[in-house]
């Protein structure tokens, strides 16, 4: 009838792993889930906040740590998935809200712990936002508008594209600045803007 998706299915249309995971644990156990492309996207949004604030904070070591109480609790507790991916929510949402190294260190380590209960957050960051998902020793083909593009192609592709589009914006041409954003995004490239001239890129899909 079609109306189910197996993960082979789901993976070959370029859904993530971890992606597929979250959906599925995103309902309780005993509960209906809805399955569908839409929860799948919805999840890899959740995922691209969790590993932008774990690239944050990327040049700080994490403090050893198990994973939040909140989370043990809610796993103890007939595996309520939900509830302890609402507690590790918590802990993504106070780890961009961090000041001091001390405790950006200590919340990274209780988000990483709390995602490996779930056996979520198991990527580089930046390989996540990036599209550079390993499988074995094989990256993945990225998908853009044009088809099919091996990592080693389009990121320096994308570079070449931020480097024109700050010169541009240096230059005080905006229009022209403001058209490379747009094709970057209609290519599935999201830019950000960070203090002291720096950019950073992540992908939607």
Not at 23 to 29: E, I, M, Q, V
Not at 131 to 136: D, L, S, V, Y
Request: glycine share 8%; proline share 4%; hydrophobic share 40%.
């Amino acid at each position: 009838l079609g109306n189910f998706f197996t993960v082979r299915q789901l993976l070959e249309e370029g859904y993530r792993g971890e992606a597929i995971r979250l959906t599925l644990l995103s309902a309780h156990y005993r509960q209906p889930l809805d399955f569908s492309r839409e929860a799948l996207k919805n999840s890899k949004q959740t995922l691209d906040r969790f590993y932008t604030a774990l690239r944050e904070v990327e040049d700080i070591e994490s403090e050893k740590s198990d994973a939040p109480p909140e989370v043990i609790a809610a796993l103890e507790d007939d595996l309520n998935t939900p509830l302890a991916l609402s507690a590790i929510h918590e802990c993504a949402t106070a780890l961009n809200k961090a000041k001091h190294v001390t405790a950006k260190a200590a919340l990274k380590g209780a988000l990483l712990a709390g995602g490996a209960q779930l056996g979520l957050l198991q990527a580089d960051p930046e390989a996540w936002l990036k599209g550079r998902e390993i499988r074995g020793n094989v990256q993945l083909p990225l998908l853009t508008m044009t088809g099919h593009m091996t990592v080693g192609l389009i990121d320096p592709w994308v570079e070449d594209r931020i480097a024109a589009r700050n010169a541009a914006r240096k230059a005080r041409n905006f229009g022209e600045a403001d058209r490379i954003r747009d094709e970057l995004t209609a290519k599935g490239i999201i830019l950000e803007d960070k203090p002291g001239g720096k950019t950073e890129w992540r992908r939607t899909g």
